[in-house]
Structure formats: C-alpha cells, structure tokens
C-alpha cells in the first residue's frame, strides 16, 4: 500500500527556508507514503504512515561545491541518478513523519552550506619542541638507572 503526495503549486506553497537566501521549491520534493514497522498496533495494518521524500540534488539551491558536499554528507540516503531519499517512520503519523523526513532535508542542505575550515600546517614552537626533548632525555635517564647492579 503506497500513497504519492505530491505539493499541488498552486502559488500558496510556500517555499522552505534551506539557509540565508535558499529556499527549496516544495515542487521539487516527492513524497510517499508507505506501510510502516514497528509499534503500532492495528493501526500500523490500516494506515500508511512511513514517509519517503525524494529530491533531485540539481533540484536543490546549490553550488556545485555546495552539491559534491551534500552528496559527501549524505551518504546512504544518496541513491539511483543523483537523488536523496529520505525515509522518515518514527511516528505514527504521516503529518509528523512528513515533517520529519524535511526536517532532515533541510538539516542536510544547511550543513552542505558551511563551506569547511582550511587546515593551515603549522610548526610546533620552540618551547614545545625544548620541553619535549627535555622529557624524553629524562624518561631515557630513568630508563637507563634501572638496569641491574653489574653493569
């Protein structure tokens, strides 16, 4: 039993905020409805509760820097021609479910957004450098007096 919700656009769909300046097109998601697992009772017999929100990368707001890091990120939920899917089943219901499964989304497009910090190389200082050799000649010193008495 699998039911398809697609967002009618009519105009009053407002847009998701994905970050400063993005928003994602509720268009551009796809999103099913299928029977879940788990706890539920007879409820999980009658009703399709589980959440599966597709979304093509291209669809998203999105540098290609941006989109090579989401497709990083994202890992399993990457699947087939460039396409995340997001399952979402922890509630019993599809509205919470549904919310979830953006929620998500959005999680994930907003971390793809912070470009990662540079790692600069650097030395260690001269103090550093001192105290290490200092402490390394006085562990082999110690080392060194307990050897046995007919050295």
Do not use: W
Not at 15 to 31: H, W, Y
Not at 89 to 107: M, P, T
Not at 119 to 138: D, F, H
């Amino acid at each position: 039993m699998e039911a398809q919700h697609k967002p009618p656009d009519d105009g009053q769909n407002p847009r998701l905020r994905a970050g400063p300046g993005r928003s994602v097109r509720p268009e551009a998601l796809t999103i099913t409805f299928a029977s879940s697992s788990g706890p539920g009772g007879q409820n999980v017999n009658k009703r399709a509760t589980k959440c599966l929100l597709r979304v093509r990368i291209a669809d998203l707001p999105l540098d290609p820097p941006q989109a090579d890091r989401l497709r990083t990120i994202a890992g399993p939920a990457l699947v087939g021609d460039d396409e995340l899917l997001i399952i979402g089943d922890e509630y019993r219901s599809q509205g919470r479910n549904r919310d979830a499964c953006i929620d998500r989304l959005l999680a994930l497009i907003r971390q793809a957004l912070v470009r990662p910090k540079q790692r600069r190389a650097t030395r260690p200082t001269r103090g550093s450098v001192e105290r290490r050799l200092r402490e390394k000649r006085a562990t082999s010193e110690r080392k060194h007096r307990r050897g046995t008495a007919d050295d």
